[in-house]
C-alpha cells in the first residue's frame, strides 16, 4: 500500500479521536465514509495502525509520579553487545511497569519511563526490578516536577 496524503488526514483525525466513526471522520475530512473505512482495516492489516490507546489523566487515577530511569549495562566484550542490547531489552519490555523502553547512545544504554503513586513506590520499583538484573550495572533516576506534554501524537507531514 502507498501511504498516501489521504492516509495521513485519516490518521491525524484518529490521533485527534480515534473513537469518532468513519462518518463523522468523512465529514471533517471531506471523503466518503467507505473510503475512510476502507483506509482504516487497510492500515490495521499492513501493520500502520497497530492499536487503539487511551489518554490517561495519571494523577486521577492515582499515579502522578512519572520517572526516566537512564541504565547502564554491564560491561562486556565488543561480540556480545548486540545480543546483550537485545537481552536486556526483551527483558524490560516483559515488564508491565515499564512504560517505554529504548535502546540509546551516550553514556547510558538505555532509557525506561515508569509511572507510580509516588517516589516511594518508584524507588522500590528501581531496587527490586531493575537493580535485579545482572545484565544492569547503573541506573539514574530523574524523577519529574511537571509535565509539560505527554502524547502519543505525531503531526505526519
Same mark, same amino acid.
Given at each position: !500500500?502507498?501511504?498516501?496524503?489521504? =492516509?495521513?488526514?485519516?490518521?491525524? /483525525? &484518529?490521533q @485527534?479521536?480515534?473513537? @469518532?466513526?468513519?462518518r463523522? $471522520?468523512?465529514?471533517?475530512?471531506?471523503?466518503? %465514509?467507505?473510503?475512510?473505512?476502507?483506509?482504516?482495516?487497510? !492500515?490495521?492489516?499492513?501493520?500502520?495502525?497497530?492499536?487503539y490507546h487511551?489518554?490517561?489523566?495519571?494523577?486521577? *487515577?492515582?499515579? #502522578?509520579?512519572?520517572?526516566?530511569?537512564? +541504565?547502564?549495562? !554491564?560491561?562486556?566484550t565488543?561480540? =556480545?553487545?548486540? +545480543?546483550?542490547?537485545?537481552?536486556? %531489552? =526483551?527483558?524490560?519490555?516483559k515488564? #508491565?511497569?515499564?512504560?517505554?523502553?529504548?535502546? *540509546?547512545? /551516550?553514556?547510558?544504554?538505555? +532509557? $525506561?519511563?515508569?509511572? /507510580?503513586?509516588?517516589?516511594?513506590?518508584?524507588? %522500590?520499583?528501581?531496587?527490586d526490578?531493575?537493580?535485579? !538484573?545482572?545484565?544492569?550495572?547503573?541506573? &539514574?533516576?530523574?524523577?519529574?516536577?511537571?509535565?509539560?506534554? =505527554?502524547?502519543?501524537?505525531?503531526?505526519?507531514?
Amino acid at each position: !500500500m502507498a501511504f498516501d496524503k489521504k =492516509d495521513r488526514m485519516i490518521l491525524m /483525525g &484518529l490521533q @485527534q479521536n480515534a473513537k @469518532q466513526s468513519s462518518r463523522d $471522520l468523512s465529514k471533517k475530512l471531506n471523503m466518503p %465514509a467507505t473510503t475512510i473505512h476502507e483506509r482504516i482495516k487497510k !492500515m490495521e492489516t499492513e501493520g500502520i495502525i497497530t492499536g487503539y490507546h487511551v489518554a490517561i489523566d495519571y494523577e486521577k *487515577v492515582g499515579m #502522578p509520579t512519572t520517572a526516566i530511569i537512564l +541504565v547502564r549495562r !554491564m560491561p562486556r566484550t565488543v561480540s =556480545d553487545r548486540k +545480543v546483550l542490547y537485545k537481552k536486556i %531489552a =526483551d527483558l524490560t519490555a516483559k515488564i #508491565p511497569d515499564i512504560q517505554e523502553a529504548h535502546i *540509546v547512545t /551516550g553514556e547510558y544504554d538505555m +532509557v $525506561l519511563k515508569i509511572r /507510580g503513586k509516588n517516589e516511594k513506590e518508584v524507588g %522500590a520499583f528501581i531496587v527490586d526490578t531493575i537493580w535485579n !538484573m545482572p545484565e544492569v550495572e547503573r541506573t &539514574l533516576t530523574l524523577m519529574t516536577f511537571y509535565t509539560a506534554k =505527554d502524547t502519543c501524537r505525531l503531526e505526519l507531514k
